[in-house]
């Protein structure tokens, strides 16, 4: 699998179906390696998956991350297995817990320990009967993984992680604890914006709903911030250190320092100057294109 050093991380349940796959053969166009989708409230992870994997020839498509709690280990072991077959080893699973509001009050399901249900999980993956036609090569399969537990159990019964809302710090962390031979993937907000205030309105929209989310509020909090920094929709510090804003070089900065501290291949989210809820800006996918 050729992930490259470069990805992009977007919401696509705002875009039609034709769009999404013009979005990606778009992406795939500019050289970034994967794509990578997430999964809530709307279309299923795996099956949006199918769809861009169909419309494109080199992309790596990435779940970030399909959740544990929509299926069991069977069918998601399944899927993986049918989507690396069909795409010629292009789809990379990321899988996670999620969280308990969209578990228990979404879902509707019982939100258990996070590393112990994870354990469960993944072990059931592994020994999950599939009676179709094997992909070539065992699918890879990445964690959402925040703290050090769950980042220890990414490297020993996973292919890697894949941290969100994280620091270059913590990806130094993250790799001591994974060793090497492991994928570190983090996810990085990025924000084509040279005014500091208008750059921290939009980074502040942007992390208003994960600053409601208990697992992310003990990461941060692990990662060195604290009560001051988390109130009030963020404090500075705060939002300068998730969200990567300023010109191209700014930008290019804070992605290098992720891949200084071990990432293998970095995903980054653009955020839109007038709000997170606008299209995705584009112009910050052209600057860092790779194949620019």
């Known amino acids: 699998m050729e992930l490259g050093r470069l990805g992009v991380w977007v919401g696509m349940d705002g875009m ?14 500019r050289g970034y390696g994967a794509l990578w989708i997430p999964e809530g409230r709307g279309r299923n992870a795996l099956v949006l998956s199918s769809w861009l994997l169909c419309h494109t020839k080199r992309l790596v498509v990435a779940t970030g991350i399909a959740n544990i709690y929509a299926r069991d280990a069977m069918a998601m072991a399944g899927g993986q297995r049918a989507l690396a077959e069909q795409s010629g080893g292009r789809f990379l699973l990321g899988v996670g817990v999620s969280h308990r509001p969209t578990v228990e009050g979404v879902r509707g399901h019982a939100y258990g320990a996070p590393v112990t249900t994870m354990r469960t999980y993944l072990r059931a993956m592994r020994e999950a009967p599939y009676g179709a036609l094997q992909p070539s090569q065992s699918p890879l399969t990445v964690v959402a993984a925040l703290g050090p537990r769950m980042m220890a159990l990414s490297g020993e019964l996973a292919d890697g992680a ?49 600053l409601q989310l208990e697992n992310y509020v003990n990461g941060w909090r692990r990662q060195g911030f604290g009560e001051a920094d988390l109130a009030g929709g963020g404090s500075d510090r ?24 071990g990432a293998d291949h970095v995903c980054i989210q653009p955020i839109s100057p007038q709000s997170p809820r606008e299209p995705v800006d584009e112009r910050v996918l052209d600057l860092l294109a790779p194949a620019r």
């Open 16 to 29: 039609s179906a034709a769009a999404a796959a013009a979005f990606a053969e778009r992406v795939e166009e």
């Open 238 to 261: 705060f939002l300068d250190a998730m969200v990567a804003w300023g010109d191209e070089g700014a930008i290019r900065s804070r992605i290098q320092q992720h891949l200084d501290a």
């Open 162 to 210: 894949h941290p969100y809302n994280t620091t270059p710090e913590h990806s130094a962390r993250a790799r001591a604890i994974l060793g090497p031979g492991k994928l570190l993937c983090p996810e990085v907000w990025v924000l084509l914006e040279t005014d500091r205030a208008k750059a921290r309105s939009a980074a502040r929209q942007a992390l208003s709903r994960y």
